[in-house]
């Protein structure tokens, strides 16, 4: 971060440097930035009298600090407003559709019995809980790209420049995931999902293959989207740190389960920081499915077989291996290529610039109603 002490004039716009990014990543984002009628970019500039400038204004009343908690109070409310939309999409959205396909007859109902539950013919509850998966992520993440306008080649960046980083984050997630999974996969509120593939085995071929694919691949690919895809790439303005925090915070809120939250925190965490040394999003994509791949063998095992079984120790001693091989790599990659990736000019600290995104108040309202969700669940439990 700046220090006041520092006298040279500072061009946030054009020190954007990103290692791992493409040439034509960074020259895109800072165009993107530059767009004088862009409030959600900061741009600004600072002189030695703590005078704010603009590249396409003239001097401004406003210190850069003060313009950068502007920019960060701007995207919260944006964000914690499509946010809330996945909230609500997701404890309301499949209430509509059950009431709206009991109307039309078919076999699905809702009762309440200290909670609402669903219950009716096993794939139309399947296509709806999908359907609620699917547009949770999708529509505000369809929100944020028409809002922010950032170019394709920003807010999904697709060309990776260290593959090797890649390899090495996916043995590592398979030591992750099974080390989380093998604790929480039984009491994780995504349980209902992994039952309801489990239970199409046997059925028609092409109903299991539509299940694995949509809930093993298409629901990850746009809760990646959603998130380091969107949020993660309009943060990254203020510091890859500042983007990797916030974007995990997020992630774990919007569980709104603390079982859930702590794993889903620790796998954004992951492939947050493998994003950066990849400068891919598809490295997002495949470690979360993989993951996902994980969670769900981890379950199928769990419940198909017994305890400790010849299946389950594949499962566990695999990864074990693959990801103690990952973490050497990594340290010893650290130690031959000490740069700091996530260094960066800016006027705030961390804490003033997370004060600034989450004192937004639909931000405030997103935090508060995930924390409040989280208590409920402890205590129901």
């Known amino acids: 971060m700046m220090s006041d002490k520092d006298n040279e004039l500072i061009d946030v716009v ?42 396409n204004q003239s001097v401004v009343d406003e210190t850069p600090a003060a ?13 914690g407003y499509s946010l809330i939309g996945c909230l609500v999409m997701e404890n309301v959205l ?16 809702m009762f ?23 547009l949770r992520y999708l529509l505000p993440a369809i929100l944020l790209l028409a809002v922010l306008r950032m170019p394709l080649r920003v807010s999904i960046p697709i060309r990776m420049t260290n593959f090797r980083q ?39 071929d092409g109903n299991l293959l539509f299940y694995l694919l949509i809930t093993l691949f298409i629901v990850p690919l746009l809760m990646e989207l959603l998130l380091h895809g969107c949020i993660f790439q309009v943060l990254r303005q203020f510091g890859d740190l500042t983007a990797v925090i916030l974007t995990t915070i997020l992630a774990a809120l919007l569980t709104h389960n603390m079982q859930d939250a702590i794993r889903i925190g620790v796998i954004t965490l992951v492939i947050s920081y493998f994003m950066v040394q990849t400068g891919s999003f598809l490295t997002a994509i495949f470690l979360h499915v993989i993951h996902e791949i994980y969670m769900f063998a981890l379950y199928y095992v769990e419940v198909a077989t017994d305890a400790f079984s010849m299946q389950w120790w594949l499962l566990v001693l695999i990864p074990c291996i693959m990801g103690t091989g990952a973490v050497i790599y990594l340290l010893i990659d650290r130690r031959q290529h000490p740069e700091d990736l ?17 004192t937004a108040m639909p931000m405030t309202i997103f935090s508060i109603i995930c924390v409040l969700l989280m208590v409920i669940a402890v205590i129901l439990e």
Request: hydrophobic share 40%; aromatic share 14%; glycine share 6%.
């Open 14 to 55: 054009e020190e954007f440097t990103r290692p791992h990014q493409t040439a034509s990543y960074r020259t895109a984002y800072r165009e993107w930035r530059r767009k004088k009628r862009n409030p959600y970019a900061f741009r600004f500039s600072r002189n030695p009298k703590e005078t704010a400038f603009s590249e």
């Open 67 to 79: 313009a950068e908690k502007k920019v960060l109070h701007k995207l919260g409310t944006l964000i």
């Open 94 to 109: 499949d209430k509509v559709l059950i009431f709206l396909l009991n109307r039309l007859g078919l076999p699905v109902e």
């Open 112 to 134: 309440y019995w200290g909670e609402i539950q669903m219950f009716g013919e096993e794939h139309v509850l399947f296509w709806v809980m999908t359907a609620v998966s699917l």
């Open 166 to 204: 890649l390899l090495a984050g996916m043995m590592l997630m398979m030591l992750i995931s099974t080390s989380i999974g093998s604790f929480t996969v039984s009491r994780s509120d995504e349980l209902e999902k992994y039952q309801l593939i489990s239970d199409s085995v046997g059925m028609q």
């Open 342 to 358: 996530f260094k960066s000019r800016s006027y705030l600290g961390f804490w003033e610039q997370a004060s600034a995104f989450f």
